[in-house]
């Protein structure tokens, strides 16, 4: 039997992927929304963590 039939016998199964898409956008949009109103300061400190301050130095050259 294949796994689609057993998706058919549950009753209200239609919900989930409406309900999974919606979280999906919403954390989509709640993501992108942060993105563009974040402080760039911050952003920019976070871009160089990685980074020792003689690894910046040295690719600054």
């Known amino acids: 039997m294949k796994f689609i039939h057993y998706l058919e016998t549950i009753t209200g199964v239609g919900i989930y ?9 919403l954390f989509f949009s709640a993501l992108s929304l942060w993105v563009f109103k974040a402080d760039k300061g911050y952003i920019n400190a976070m871009k160089q963590i990685p980074f ?10």
């Open 17 to 25: 992927p409406l309900t999974s898409l919606l979280i999906f956008f």
């Open 52 to 61: 020792t301050a003689e690894e910046t130095e040295t690719n600054q050259l």
